[in-house]
């Protein structure tokens, strides 16, 4: 068995994995509020290997293999201004919290948010954004415009229709994505209300996502898989030769 082949193999693997983290950041990269996937490599010895096993006192070789890490920069994106008067940006740290279909609460910076059916205000992805009276937000039918102060108070004429509500966690590691760019804390995970959150109407926050940085990583990706194939190949051919020497 030739280790090194074993080792080039996986970290082709691991480089198809740093790929699809790169494709996805590109293909999101201009979604506002969404979230830069990251990947983080480390080694792992598995086994030993000895240039002859026959000789004594000789020092063993670790055996190490790529090993890879999936996260998500929490790192705030650029505020860019649409004068849009649904169109919110939370400039703070945090979240808005938004419900979900089936009831349950997610997490989310995409500000863009619209009207549904009811009247209701609803995020990007159709989730219903929540006020801190932990319910929906609905606005009047005939109450005109509405003006969201910079605490995330939401007045329509002379009504007070609630707050939004802006929670945050000790450790964001604790959160996981899900469908439209929102995310959910893993069990036993609880918000934090943020007290002082500031609100920018108008605006929109965009992907933290830096399109040259992953063209690079592209490069990279090629470059590198390119060498382990090389790797591979050169050892396959060599082993041609020693059978065909040995017969």
Request: charged fraction near 20%.
């Amino acid at each position: 068995m030739n280790i090194g082949v074993y080792q080039s193999a996986a970290a082709l693997s691991a480089l198809e994995r740093w790929q699809d983290v790169v494709a996805q950041n590109v293909t999101s990269g201009q979604v506002a509020g969404y979230r830069k996937r990251t990947i983080d490599f480390s080694s792992i010895q598995m086994g030993e290997r000895r240039p002859d096993p026959t000789l004594k006192n000789t020092d063993a070789d670790p055996a190490m293999f790529p090993r890879t890490k999936l996260g998500i920069n929490f790192s705030p994106g650029e505020t860019q201004a649409t004068r849009g008067a649904l169109d919110i940006a939370l400039e703070s740290e945090g979240f808005f919290e938004v419900q979900m279909e089936d009831g349950t609460r997610a997490y989310t910076r995409a500000g863009q948010m619209h009207l549904d059916s009811n009247r209701q205000l609803m995020s990007s992805a159709n989730h219903a954004m929540i006020s801190t009276a932990d319910s929906p937000i609905t606005l009047n039918p005939t109450g005109g415009d509405i003006l969201v102060s910079t605490d995330g108070s939401i007045v329509q004429g002379n009504a007070t229709l609630g707050k939004f509500k802006v929670v945050n966690f000790p450790d964001t590691s604790k959160l996981m994505p899900v469908a439209g760019g929102a995310f959910v804390p893993v069990k036993g995970t609880e918000p934090v209300p943020v007290d002082a959150p500031r609100v920018l109407q108008g605006y929109v926050e965009a992907s933290n996502v830096t399109p040259l940085r992953e063209m690079v990583g592209l490069i990279m990706i090629s470059r590198a898989y390119e060498a382990n194939q090389k790797i591979i190949s050169n050892t396959d051919q060599l082993l041609n030769r020693v059978l065909d020497t040995l017969g």
